[in-house]
């Protein structure tokens, strides 16, 4: 592998529909590396060129120097970690066995307490969402909001984006967009979190306003997409 001053060669494997290859997508905008974009299509079972990539056929996977690694977290992590940035302290800096705990008990409760939630509630009908999506406000006042309240806009008082907007940004992006279409989530998720999360609601309207988050969202598209394969499953 490259040291960590040489530019390595990077190909990301990903597909722009998809929250957990997005994830890669902002740490390596976000760390200012060059990488090659190989768009691998959901839609057709993997090739098996592919397969030999990632055997479990998900995206995102990571080229780095010839060496593959999956999975969005430990992709997002390996990245930050090879590249000292503002998006996270090493672990031997001052603070940084500390501020890489809180990121990881941020992102650990974003996806174990509030995520969970989320694709249960699309799946319902529309109409019968409102109790289900009001659980999802329940859970970030209760949950997220106290982790947000020295937030700068960003996680534990940054100026810039950390590994905590990393690894959850593209989910913000879509519990921020998804109200507007009613077979997703009811608008009164965005009206309850504004009152309720105030915390929550500046540092989400900060997140989705960074270009690194939103450089390859297109959310007509991921909407539209997403209702229709709701569709098929109910
Ligand atoms: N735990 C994996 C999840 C990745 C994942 O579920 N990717 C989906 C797309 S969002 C995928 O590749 N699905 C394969 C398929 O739809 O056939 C990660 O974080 O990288």
Known sequence: MASKTETPKITLYTSHLCPWAHRSQIALRELGL???TVIVDLSVPRTPEYLKINPRGLVPA???NGTIITESGIISQFLVDSHPSHLEKTSSEPGGALQRANINFFVDTWFSKVNSLSYPVFKLKA???EVEAG???DVIVKEI???LQDAA???GGSEKLT???VQTGSFILRLLSFPKYEELLPKSVLTSLEARAPAFWKWANAVVQEKSVTYVWDEQNV???TIARLATLR
Do not use: M
């Open 153 to 155: 806009p960003y996680f």
């Open 145 to 147: 909001e106290p982790l």
């Open 223 to 225: 909407a539209t997409r």
């Open 127 to 129: 109409g019968e969402k």
């Open 34 to 36: 060059p990488f090659e």
């Open 62 to 64: 990571l080229d780095y």
């Open 163 to 165: 590994l905590a907007e």
């Open 135 to 137: 659980k999802i406000v």
